[in-house]
C-alpha cells in the first residue's frame, strides 16, 4: 500500500475514501495515537491518478460527490482497518488543537475577561505609543496587541479562525511551525498597523490572515502536507480587505491584516521551495 493523504478529520477521509471506492480506487484508512487519519492506496499502480484526486479533493473538500460516495455505501461510520473506534464528538474537537494553539485561544480570553471586569488591559497590552520604547524593556509590546478584542464578535470571529486553521497547521506541521507563523504574523504586521494608524489597534486577525493565505497557498503548492482550503477562501480574504480598505467595515487594522496575508504566502512559498533541495 501507498501512503495518499493525512487528514485530522475522519468523517471527511472516509467520504473521500467513499469517492475513490466509486471510481475503482480502493484505500484503506488508519488512526495513529494523534487522531490523524492516513489514507492508504491499495492498488498502488494508479498512484498517480489517486494523486490528481487528492489534489481535486483539497481544492474542494465539501464538494458534494464525497458525501454523496458515503451515502450510496450505505454507511456514514469512519471504517479503520485497524479496527479503532472512531473517537466521539469531544475527541474530534480536542484533535483539532493542540498546546500553542490553546494557550493562545486561553490568553485571548483571559485578556477579554480581564477588560469586561474593568481592567486596565489596552494600557498594558497596547503598542507603546513610540516603536523605540520596543527596544528596550517592553519589547513584548510588539506582540501583545494580537491578545487585544474590543467586542465579543471581534473575540469570536478571531477565535474560531484561529482556532480551526492554527488547529489545522500544529497537528500536521507542527508546534514550531504554528509558533513561528504566530510570531512573525503578529508582530510585523503590527509594526504595519503602527505606521499607518498609530498605537489604538488590537486584535488577531493579522495572524488569521496569515494562516488563512499559508493554508490555502500551501495546499496548492504541495497538496500532500495534508492542509488547504477551498479557493473560495482566498476569494473571501481577498474580498474582506478591499471592503476593509474601501472603509465599509469600519474602522479595521487594514495593513495589519495585509501584512499577515502576504507573510502567510510568503511563508508557504518557502517552505514549498526549501522541499526541493
Known amino acids: 500500500m501507498k501512503l495518499l493523504l493525512v487528514l485530522d478529520d475522519p468523517r471527511r477521509a472516509q467520504a473521500f475514501v467513499d469517492y475513490l471506492a466509486d471510481i475503482g480506487l480502493k484505500c484503506e484508512l488508519t488512526l495513529d495515537d ?18 490528481q484526486e487528492v ?36 475527541g474530534d474537537l480536542l484533535r483539532q488543537t493542540g498546546p500553542v494553539n490553546m494557550v493562545v ?4 480570553l483571559l485578556v477579554y475577561g480581564l477588560s469586561w471586569l474593568g481592567l486596565p488591559m489596552f494600557g498594558l497590552l497596547s503598542f507603546p505609543p513610540r516603536w523605540e520604547l520596543l527596544l528596550g524593556l517592553e519589547f513584548w509590546r510588539a506582540f501583545t496587541p494580537a491578545l487585544l478584542h474590543f467586542s465579543l464578535m471581534h473575540l469570536v470571529f478571531n477565535l474560531f479562525w484561529w482556532w480551526y486553521l492554527g488547529g489545522m497547521v500544529e497537528r500536521r506541521l507542527g508546534h514550531g511551525k ?70 465599509v467595515l469600519g474602522p479595521v487594522a487594514n495593513m495589519a491584516h495585509l501584512g499577515g496575508g502576504l507573510i502567510g504566502l510568503a511563508q508557504a512559498w518557502l517552505d514549498n521551495r526549501s522541499r526541493r533541495y
Open 105 to 108: 485561544v486561553l490568553a485571548c
Open 34 to 51: 494523534d487522531g490523524n487519519v492516513s489514507i492508504w492506496l491499495v492498488n498502488e499502480s494508479r498512484y498517480q491518478e489517486a494523486l
Open 178 to 247: 504554528l509558533l513561528t507563523l504566530l510570531l512573525v504574523a503578529a508582530v510585523l504586521p503590527n509594526l504595519m498597523q503602527y505606521w499607518a494608524s498609530g498605537p489604538r489597534f488590537g486584535g488577531l486577525s493579522g495572524v488569521v490572515y496569515a494562516l488563512l493565505a499559508y493554508v490555502w497557498l500551501s495546499g496548492r503548492l504541495n497538496p500532500l502536507r495534508g492542509i488547504g482550503l477551498p479557493d473560495g477562501m482566498a476569494v473571501f480574504m481577498v474580498v474582506w480587505l478591499v471592503l476593509g480598505f474601501a472603509g
Open 55 to 90: 489534489k481535486r479533493f483539497l481544492a474542494e473538500p465539501l464538494h458534494p460527490r464525497y458525501q454523496d460516495a458515503s451515502w450510496r455505501q450505505g454507511d456514514t461510520q469512519v471504517r479503520f482497518s485497524h479496527g479503532r473506534q472512531e473517537p466521539g464528538w469531544l
